[in-house]
């Protein structure tokens, strides 16, 4: 006569893993360091009178280059103070604004490529330590030239229908060309007259304006 086996529930107990996956999430806590997230850093212009003078990011429109970027793709730009007739058209190609910028800020170029060139000999030697002091005077080295007497002064505007990826792209030529000082301020009517008169009358100034 077979006898019928008793069936045996298993249960297996998961308290322990409880502590065990405390005890790492605190390990990992203080053994590792925090990612710092990669922002973008945007010079503002500061409405505060009570700051010094080299903290304010005072911009002589006798002395800027004016961007205003467009929908697709287009940009324009003028030197100094505007005036109707003085706008010129662009686009975020080699050939574009980078080679306008790159051109205008040649002596800042020049020199970033000194001290980056001085780095990459410096971060050869196989010491962290000493790689990551000649990365820290490099950027405070490159800092100092892009704020230097000399190089561009640029506003950035924006058009109501250029969408948030121009004004991406615009502060990435920023970046590529070596420029530290630039702000980003809204659109003036005038501005917007410029570009109107732009595309009906190209870059030729007004004939009362000529005639001054």
Same mark, same amino acid.
């Given at each position: 006569m077979?006898?019928k086996?008793?069936?045996?529930n298993?249960?297996v107990? @998961?308290?322990p893993?409880? #502590?065990?996956?405390m005890l790492?999430?605190? %390990? @990992?806590?203080?053994?590792?360091?925090?990612?710092?997230?990669?922002?973008?850093e $945007?010079?503002?212009?500061?409405?505060? #009178?009570?700051?010094?003078?080299?903290? *304010?990011n005072?911009?002589k429109?006798?002395?800027a280059?004016t961007? &205003?970027f467009d929908k697709?793709?287009?940009?324009?730009?003028?030197e100094?103070?505007p005036e109707?007739?003085?706008?010129?058209?662009?686009?975020?190609?080699?050939?574009?604004?980078?080679e306008?910028?790159?051109?205008?800020? &040649?002596v800042a170029?020049?020199k970033?490529k000194?001290?980056? #060139?001085k780095?990459n000999?410096?971060?050869?030697?196989?010491?962290? %330590?000493a790689?990551t002091?000649?990365?820290a005077?490099l950027?405070e080295?490159i800092?100092?030239?892009?704020g230097e007497?000399?190089? /561009?002064? &640029?506003? $950035?505007?924006?058009?109501?229908?250029?969408?948030?990826?121009?004004?991406?792209?615009?502060?990435d030529?920023?970046? &590529?060309? #070596? $420029?530290?000082?630039y702000?980003?301020v809204?659109?003036?009517d005038?501005?917007?007259q410029? $570009?109107k008169?732009?595309?009906?009358?190209?870059?030729?100034? /007004?004939?009362? *304006?000529?005639a001054?």
């Amino acid at each position: 006569m077979k006898t019928k086996q008793k069936k045996m529930n298993v249960r297996v107990d @998961f308290t322990p893993m409880v #502590d065990m996956m405390m005890l790492l999430i605190t %390990f @990992f806590m203080l053994c590792t360091s925090l990612i710092k997230p990669k922002t973008m850093e $945007i010079n503002m212009p500061s409405n505060k #009178d009570d700051l010094k003078e080299d903290q *304010q990011n005072k911009v002589k429109a006798s002395q800027a280059i004016t961007l &205003i970027f467009d929908k697709s793709n287009k940009i324009y730009y003028y030197e100094g103070i505007p005036e109707m007739g003085s706008l010129k058209e662009s686009n975020y190609s080699d050939k574009g604004l980078r080679e306008y910028l790159l051109k205008r800020n &040649i002596v800042a170029i020049q020199k970033v490529k000194v001290l980056r #060139d001085k780095y990459n000999t410096a971060s050869q030697t196989g010491n962290a %330590f000493a790689e990551t002091k000649a990365k820290a005077t490099l950027n405070e080295e490159i800092d100092k030239i892009r704020g230097e007497k000399g190089v /561009p002064n &640029i506003i $950035i505007k924006g058009m109501d229908e250029g969408s948030y990826k121009n004004l991406i792209d615009c502060l990435d030529e920023m970046q &590529i060309c #070596d $420029i530290g000082k630039y702000v980003i301020v809204p659109i003036t009517d005038f501005d917007k007259q410029m $570009i109107k008169y732009y595309k009906e009358h190209g870059n030729v100034k /007004p004939a009362a *304006q000529t005639a001054q």
